[in-house]
DNA sequence: AGTCTGCTTGACGTGAACGTAAAGGTGAGG
DNA sequence: CCTCACCTTTACGTTCACGTCAAGCAGACT
């Protein structure tokens, strides 16, 4: 029984669970919640968000590697300064493999926006980081 | 009288004055905001966070080319994601030459994590610009 | 003198992305 | 049975970066 079973007892769900025997593992809110340093408030916003779709079992929410791997490039986007509506517009494109033509040229249109918007923001990076670098050779010449 | 005077009337401040005479270019709220693509509120309200710090004739704003090459700065911070509490340390950082021994030290460690995480974050960039490339050329086999 | 345009200072409103209680359900352990 | 730890929803609060009136002054054209 110790083994087997998907218990999400404490000691089970505290950390990510080891999957035993081909059995797909399965998060709770808090083990996400630590692996990506973010809170289970937001976790739970960016369902309400239509960002992710965790299973339930009762009222409780069980994310899997799926939903894990969505989270994960949520965050990404997040830190490249996409909002929250921009991320859920890309990950509906990802998704479905909704074969109509005119969405598929829609989706090319919006995805090669986007590459080169981040270009842009790429090169501001690097102009950024260029000055930060010479200011800080600058400093080390003053000591 | 044409040509010299810094007379700011509506035909001379609507484009960035053109400095007849080396005389030093001034714009005003509206010229920056045009040549920027901000809105005259938008240098307000940095003024009022401590980021500009205009003349003045009478209650009129007058910007000097320090202060455009300044919101240039600013700009690209606000483009790479720094909130606008962080462009003003970094701007107080760069300004004045405060020699003293343990402020080059902390403005130097700090400059250092910038770019850290300023390098971090092109590597999310890149990363989420490879995606979208691939998603794009999947996306083109379709068709 | 009157009007027009542009600039000024408040002051309140807004959207995004959560934070922070409040109030309650649920299962394991003593 | 009771407590404890963790989960839930509902709902109001907060920070940031401005937007949006409102009311008024100042110089230029008619």
Same mark, same amino acid.
Request: proline share 4%; with cysteine.
């Given at each position: 029984m110790g083994t087997g079973g998907l218990s999400l007892s404490r000691d089970d769900a505290a950390q990510p669970p080891a999957a035993a025997d081909g059995v797909e593992p399965v998060f709770t809110i808090t083990d996400l919640a630590r692996e990506f340093a973010v809170t289970s408030r937001t976790l739970r916003f960016y369902e309400d968000e239509g960002l992710l779709h965790p299973l339930r079992r009762g009222t409780t929410r069980l994310y899997s590697r799926g939903d894990r791997a969505r989270l994960a490039w949520i965050l990404r986007g997040r830190a490249v300064g996409f909002s929250l509506a921009d991320i859920r517009d890309l990950l509906?494109?990802?998704?479905?493999?909704?074969?109509?033509?005119?969405? *598929?040229?829609?989706? *090319?249109?919006?995805?090669?926006?986007?590459?080169?918007? *981040?270009?842009?923001?790429?090169?501001?990076?690097?102009?950024?980081?260029?000055? *930060?670098?010479?200011?800080?050779?600058?400093?080390?010449?003053?000591?």
């Amino acid at each position: 029984m110790g083994t087997g079973g998907l218990s999400l007892s404490r000691d089970d769900a505290a950390q990510p669970p080891a999957a035993a025997d081909g059995v797909e593992p399965v998060f709770t809110i808090t083990d996400l919640a630590r692996e990506f340093a973010v809170t289970s408030r937001t976790l739970r916003f960016y369902e309400d968000e239509g960002l992710l779709h965790p299973l339930r079992r009762g009222t409780t929410r069980l994310y899997s590697r799926g939903d894990r791997a969505r989270l994960a490039w949520i965050l990404r986007g997040r830190a490249v300064g996409f909002s929250l509506a921009d991320i859920r517009d890309l990950l509906d494109m990802y998704a479905p493999g909704k074969a109509r033509r005119p969405q *598929l040229e829609a989706a *090319l249109g919006k995805s090669r926006e986007r590459i080169s918007a *981040l270009m842009d923001q790429r090169a501001a990076i690097d102009a950024t980081i260029a000055e *930060l670098e010479h200011f800080c050779r600058t400093i080390e010449q003053k000591l």
